[in-house]
């Protein structure tokens, strides 16, 4: 196997079709596995909870980059999409009685199917005339969770309370190897998202997704069903997004109409336009980046709080006007991106000693 | 002349030649107040290059708009015929129309119509090949389960596609630019991948909408070369619009000039020319201030974008 990628000559269409050609690429791999399996050998409790919430971030985060970064359909229904996986995994697994994989699965399909109905005015919309119709989505299933017609989801709590996750005779225990074992879980869905995802956009469906982004008019002249494409997409990006509200109501093991608000679709837009809008590495690098900052920031406010007593008083608001501040400078340095950082770095070195 | 030896033909047409393969009948196209298109009629023969010539604003585009879905004419009717003959697998095909005005676009390409357009639409964000394979859209299977999956059915959809891919794009000299993004490449290339991508449907009917506009003299051979090898060895039958005359006059079989919505002529390139009509609404008219102003607003046009 070639070192770089100029020594790549692919003899057949099969391996060029691969996702990567050369040793460089292979070594990056296994080093993302390697470190996969390290984590949780040396991180605390506290950190592999971050960890978990990476990990479903990066499922949400990649469901939503397929509809918004790869079709153009740009969405503010996160939120209410994640709810509809949340409750519909809990209610079918712990009220019904199913196993909880069968619900999650059909926590699935139910997302996919709602993310499908309420991507129907984007059949007529574009741009921020669909923001707004995506944004009512989110507004009418907050509503609707929020205030519980008849008491039937949370029984007039407000909340649910969920059982310890279980499957197969096999019981997540507790808070000594909650946290490890949850990992395990979630990091191989993450994993096969993140796949499921990549291998999307290899084949002709994600290609005409891409091409609905691009020009529609000619997407359809070439015998693109705008109307099928789109909708598949909201489908497929809704099925991704129900999963992660499902693990999140499973992890967390408490659902609430908190976890659900605008302001979380909004999270997740950021953490794909800070990663890099349509690309699936990107969705993964604004999922870590966008969660981990706040913790950081957490972290440094506390650590200087001794020397300036006003960050610990006030640590809401640094840490909203820092958040903010990290994101609106990334637009400015790069607004393509984490993912398009990357590759700049790795074209700097493929190309060194030169600059070009 | 192509001498290389290849697998797919791209005609997707199952028409034997010389019978009427599209019928323009009797169309009218209203904007508003504004008439686009009055009362046009014509044939397309298979196997015929069809020139569609006439000033700015004569409604050339519309027309094309019309037959491949996009505008959908107030009167009249667009028919495209098929079979009676064998399709590109050899098989026998029974001969049928479908009434192209009442279909949306995406309907119209799946019997084959492909197209390119006036202002490039290419899927920019795309490589070359990702907007060729693109082309095999409707030759596809596009299921989300498969496609999550890769191995199995789509990894061999896609090697499949590939080998006919590959082979547009030897005929059209693409291979330098396979992996480009198409939005960073030079104009005349763009034009030639628009063109690859119409291929790519195995196109029954190609529509061409001034694909040599804004060429210099070499790219403009080149490409009515690629437009004559297309047609001379595979057989596909091509709609052009085209404003340079000597080209025109050169590759088409048959010339239908539109004037002010109207159709005023419609006959073999020699009888055209020696139109009085035409001579007086086209070739009469102070061609060289015509191509001045053309000139200016193609410019204008390129620095819009
Ligand atoms: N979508 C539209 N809405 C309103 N008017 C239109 C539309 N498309 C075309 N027209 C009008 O129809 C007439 C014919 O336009 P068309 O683009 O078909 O001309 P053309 O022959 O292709 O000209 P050119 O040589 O400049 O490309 C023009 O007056 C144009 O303004
Ligand atoms: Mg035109």
């Known amino acids: ?356 | 002349m192509l001498t290389r030896a290849y697998q797919h033909s791209l005609n997707g047409s199952s028409r034997p030649e010389g019978l009427p393969l599209l019928e323009v009948d009797d169309i009218s196209l209203r904007f508003g107040g504004v008439k686009a298109l009055t009362n046009v009629s014509f044939t397309v023969t298979q196997g015929h290059v069809h020139a569609i010539i006439g000033p700015n604003g004569a409604g050339k585009s519309s027309l094309l708009n019309c037959i491949s879905g996009i505008y959908h004419p107030q009167e009249g009717q667009i028919r495209l015929h098929t079979g009676g003959g064998q399709d590109f697998r050899g098989k026998d095909v029974q001969e049928g129309q479908h009434l192209l005005t009442q279909l949306p676009s995406y309907k119209v390409a799946r019997l084959g119509v492909a197209r390119s357009f006036q202002n490039i639409e290419l899927f920019s964000h795309l490589s070359v090949l990702e907007n060729l394979m693109l082309g095999r859209h409707i030759h596809m299977r596009h299921s989300v389960l498969a496609s999550m999956l890769w191995f199995g059915p789509a990894r061999k959809q896609e090697i499949e596609h590939r080998h006919l891919v590959e082979e547009v794009i030897d005929l059209l000299q693409l291979q330098s630019y396979r992996h480009k993004p198409v939005g960073a490449l030079a104009y005349g290339i763009q034009k030639r991948v628009e063109l690859g991508r119409a291929l790519c449907i195995q196109p029954a009917l190609l529509l061409l909408d001034e694909p040599m506009a804004g060429m210099n003299a070499e790219e403009k051979e080149d490409m009515a070369r690629y437009i004559l090898d297309v047609h001379e060895l595979a057989g596909v039958s091509v709609v052009l619009i085209e404003h340079d005359m000597n080209v025109v006059m050169d590759i088409s079989d048959r010339v239908s000039v539109l004037d002010f919505g109207k159709l005023i002529a419609d006959g073999t390139p020699d009888e055209v020319k020696a139109d009085p009509a035409v001579i007086e609404a086209y070739l009469g008219s102070d061609t060289e201030d015509d191509e001045v102003k053309d000139a200016e607003r193609r410019m204008q046009e390129r620095t819009d974008v």
């Open chain 1, 1 to 356: 196997m070639a070192m770089t990628a100029t020594g790549v000559h692919h003899r057949s269409y099969t391996s060029e079709l691969r996702l990567r050609a050369t040793r460089a690429e292979y070594v990056r791999l296994a080093l993302m596995g390697v470190l996969l399996v390290v984590v949780p050998f040396v991180l605390d409790n506290y950190w592999m909870s971050i960890a978990n919430t990476i990990l479903i971030a990066i499922i949400g985060a990649v469901g939503l980059n397929i509809l918004v970064g790869y079709t153009g359909q740009i969405s503010l229904g996160q939120g209410g999409f994640l709810a509809v996986g949340a409750y519909t995994s809990v209610i079918l697994s712990d009220r019904m009685g199913l196993p909880t994989p069968l619900a999650i699965a059909l926590a699935v399909v139910m997302t996919a199917v709602v993310g499908t109905f309420f991507g129907l005015p984007g059949l007529r919309l574009k741009g921020l005339y669909l923001a707004i119709a995506t944004l009512a989505s989110q507004q009418i299933i907050e509503f609707l969770i929020r205030r519980d017609y008849g008491d039937f989801l949370t029984g007039g709590l407000g909340y649910i309370n969920v059982e310890r996750l279980g499957f197969l005779g096999f019981q997540v225990g507790g808070r000594d190897v909650f946290e490890r074992q949850w990992y395990v879980i979630l990091a191989v869905l993450a994993v096969l998202s993140v796949v499921a995802a990549r291998n999307i956009f290899r084949t002709g469906l994600g290609r005409s997704f891409m091409a609905v982004r691009d020009q529609d008019i000619a997407a359809e002249a070439i015998g693109v069903n705008l109307t099928r494409a789109k909708l598949t997409a909201f489908a497929v990006s809704s099925g991704f997004v129900g999963l992660a509200g499902a693990l999140t109501a499973h992890y967390s093991e408490v659902v609430s109409w908190e976890k659900f608000t605008l302001e979380v679709s909004i999270l997740y837009l950021a953490m794909i336009i800070v990663g890099g809008l349509g690309s699936i590495a990107g969705a993964v690098y604004g999922a870590i980046f966008m969660t981990l900052l706040p913790v950081v920031i957490r972290n440094v406010a506390n650590a200087l709080e001794s020397v300036v007593p006003f960050l610990g008083s006030q640590l809401p608001a640094v840490q909203n006007a820092t958040f903010g501040l990290v994101i609106i400078l990334f637009l400015i340095i790069e607004p393509r991106g984490l993912n398009r950082l990357w590759e700049r770095i790795k074209e700097y070195f493929r190309f060194w000693p030169f600059r070009y």
